[in-house]
């Protein structure tokens, strides 16, 4: 709505030769502008319900069987830990788990609440917890899902206590769990990529790559491979493989929801390319994307590359204004009015 709006008030300002009313339009599109933003800034919210039977759609089996017949007792919880009170999710599902009145025994649950701890920092009672889901479950068959997933919160909780060789000797016991699934090839070179381990890195995810597939590939590994390239200064074959990713996003329609990380990367490779346009197309979609908390940067870069490419004044000024109105600062705010150009 607000775009179709300032297209009028551009068309109207192309007709009009009149000051004061050239001052009002101007005012007017800065207002439209300023709308846009705060409608993207906030979003639709979900309802409790809505929001519940998005979080029913990620169980798996066993783990959905489970949690359904403890519905009533855990449903609150569920919505804390969506909220991000994960402190809390956990203290509510212990007292579930701990007061023995659930209509079943309580297995994935001990999954639940390490999840939980983790998220809330509580690194040691989380380790614990898994090794009641790990006792709890030693004779059933349980979806690989889970079992990785598992095996990722033992080790963040090694990893943010700082035991680093435990936490990467956990990474590769998964492997060897499950040695078909790619997924924790990549999760052991995501972890080796950010421990400064680069060539260990690259030849785990290149097995990931293998054992993934090309019908349909998983864009994280390639996402990884990206960034791994980009460590090891091999920025042709970083560049290919980021393209790879924000190509794949862009052919689904999801130019609102752009790996921000990818793309920022890849707008810096385009620009050290000198492809500015390239650069500045990337920036304007994140400008609009869901990584909301980096759309100052955002918005300015759009701005700043195509005033430096030579882009129609009202489009640099139309960045320029929305980084002003999410910027964090009074001298942020002057550093993205200041790219305006003449009115």
């Not at 007017?28 to 409790?48: M, N, P």
């Not at 889970?146 to 090694?158: D, K």
């Not at 994307?289 to 759309?295: F, Q």
Request: glycine share 6%; net charge negative; charged share 35%.
């Amino acid at each position: 709505r607000y775009g179709e709006v300032e297209e009028l008030l551009l068309d109207a300002a192309q007709i009009c030769d009149e000051p004061e009313i050239l001052e009002e339009i101007q005012r007017r599109r800065e207002r439209c502008t300023v709308g846009e933003v705060r409608e993207e800034e906030h979003g639709h919210e979900l309802s409790e319900d809505e929001l519940l039977e998005i979080i029913a759609g990620t169980w798996v089996d066993g783990q959905r069987d489970e949690y359904a017949a403890c519905f009533d007792f855990i449903r609150e919880a569920l919505v804390r830990a969506h909220d991000g009170e994960h402190e809390q999710a956990a203290k509510m599902l212990e007292e579930v788990v701990d007061a023995n009145e659930l209509p079943v025994t309580p297995r994935y649950l001990h999954f639940e609440i390490a999840k939980e701890l983790l998220a809330a920092g509580a690194f040691e009672r989380a380790l614990e917890r898994l090794g009641a889901f790990d006792r709890a479950t030693v004779e059933l068959e349980v979806n690989p899902e889970l079992r990785i997933g598992a095996s990722h919160i033992r080790a963040g909780c090694l990893t943010a206590l700082e035991r680093h060789e435990e936490a990467k000797a956990e990474y590769i016991r998964a492997t060897k769990l499950v040695p078909e699934e790619h997924r924790v090839f990549l999760a052991l070179g995501s972890y080796l990529r950010l421990h400064g381990e680069y060539e260990p890195a690259l030849r785990a995810l290149l097995r990931a790559a293998k054992l993934m597939g090309q019908m349909q590939p998983d864009f994280t590994v390639i996402r990884e491979l990206g960034m791994t390239y980009l460590a090891l200064d091999r920025k042709e074959e970083a560049f290919s493989n980021l393209s790879a990713v924000i190509e794949h996003q862009a052919s689904r329609g999801e130019h609102d929801r752009l790996d921000p990380e990818s793309a920022l990367v890849l707008a810096k490779l385009h620009e050290e390319k000198g492809e500015l346009d390239r650069a500045a197309d990337l920036f304007r979609h994140l400008a609009t994307g869901y990584d909301t908390k980096n759309h100052f940067l955002y918005n300015f870069e759009a701005a700043r590359l195509l005033k430096k490419i030579g882009s129609a004044a009202h489009l640099v000024e139309r960045y320029a204004v929305r980084a002003a109105e999410v910027s964090a600062d009074e001298q942020q705010r002057e550093k993205a009015l200041a790219l305006r150009g003449a009115r």
